[in-house]
């Protein structure tokens, strides 16, 4: 049975700082990987998809990278702003069903 | 192009009560799932209709939950009768195949 830890739970930052939030995974045998945004009272926002074949995704100031040897997953944020301010939960794809993390907490204080 | 929508956006009801979901898709996604996010835990799989039919229901808890999507449209999810453990946010996603999903907002549900 897959399980996915999200590392740390929560992270408060000062806006400007370069953020890594961590996933791992316990089986490797994945189809894909997604990272999604929640804010609060909304729904989940697709950030970066990474393919089992791939090693990292980029859109903007967002860069996913993906070891599936390891079972890991890092989600880097360059230059943090308030707006980034929001929960990032990972989900690991072996099928059409994904598991996910229970999520990092983000907040980025001016 | 709307995204997925869900109705209500909040939920408040007594134990023993009925609440039924509402979830609409974006138009022309044959697949649709629902999720649960239970207050401290991670967002679990409930089920996934292809057009009007159950692929997988494998996530529903018990039958006190009943999933239904008539005409392969929109789908409801209905809890009868609620119990306190049924709090949480449920999630409705839809996609055109088995790939990159689209969550909706969410209905927060509330039991007392």
């Known amino acids: 049975k897959q399980e996915v830890t999200q590392i740390p739970a929560a992270l408060s930052v000062p806006e400007g700082e370069n953020l890594v939030l961590n996933c791992s995974f316990t089986d490797s045998a994945i189809y894909n990987l997604q990272w999604f945004r929640q804010d609060p009272g909304k729904g989940l926002t697709s950030l970066l998809l990474i393919q089992s074949s791939q090693r990292e995704q980029t859109s903007g100031r967002l860069n996913a990278s993906l070891d599936k040897s390891s079972g890991r997953s890092t989600l880097y944020i360059a230059a943090s702003q308030p707006g980034d301010s929001a929960t990032y939960l990972c989900?690991?794809?072996?099928?059409?069903?994904?598991?996910f993390g229970r999520g990092t907490s983000l907040i980025v204080h001016p | 192009e709307a995204g997925v929508t869900q109705f209500p956006s909040h939920s408040v009801i007594e134990k023993g009560q009925t609440v039924t979901l509402r979830c609409d898709p974006i138009s022309g996604h044959d697949n649709l799932y629902w999720y649960r996010r239970v207050m401290g835990k991670e967002i679990k799989f409930l089920l996934h209709?292809?057009?009007?039919?159950?692929?997988?229901e494998s996530g529903m808890p018990n039958n006190r939950f009943l999933a239904e999507r008539t005409g392969g449209t929109y789908s409801t999810l209905k809890v009868q009768p609620a119990e306190l453990e049924d709090s949480g946010v449920y999630f409705c996603?839809?996609?055109?195949?088995?790939?990159?999903?689209?969550f909706g907002p969410g209905t927060r549900l509330t039991v007392l």
């Open positions: 996603a839809s996609s055109p195949l088995t790939d990159t999903q689209y």
């Open positions: 209709f292809v057009k009007e039919s159950k692929q997988d």
């Open positions: 989900a690991v794809r072996g099928s059409y069903i994904p598991t």
